[in-house]
């Protein structure tokens, strides 16, 4: 078992930035992946951002040249740097951490965007 620990969600404005934690119980080198997924009321969760027990990262594309996502390995934390906030940004935000067949999450952090 996996826990998954987040913080950093808020309140911003249009053109902000936040910056998401997300601890692990587990080494990183201990999983296939670890990233971030968003979910708005009645649409299916979608991936953020996510980044490879290799160190390679994949983003969506709504979010390419404006979110970063980054890991510190001795801490067993990822974290995603969240630039020029847009409204459609806001959402419910869920840590993910994939390891062989089994997804594991975190509690979720509200991130909201006002205009």
């Known amino acids: 078992q996996v826990q998954l620990v987040e913080s950093g969600g808020g309140l911003v404005q249009a053109g902000g930035s936040l910056r998401l934690s997300c601890v692990a119980s587990?080494?990183?080198?201990?999983?296939?992946?670890m990233g971030w997924y968003r979910q708005t009321p009645g649409k299916q969760r979608e991936l953020v951002a996510r980044i490879s027990v290799g160190g390679s990262t994949n983003y969506a594309d709504s979010v390419k040249g404006r979110f970063t996502l980054s890991r510190d390995n001795a801490k067993n934390t990822v974290y995603l740097q969240m630039n020029s906030l847009k409204p459609e940004d806001t959402a419910v935000y869920y840590c993910?951490?994939?390891?062989?067949?089994?997804?594991?999450w975190g509690q979720g952090t509200q991130v909201t965007v006002s205009s």
């Open positions: 587990l080494s990183i080198f201990r999983m296939n992946s």
């Open positions: 993910n951490a994939h390891i062989i067949v089994k997804d594991y």
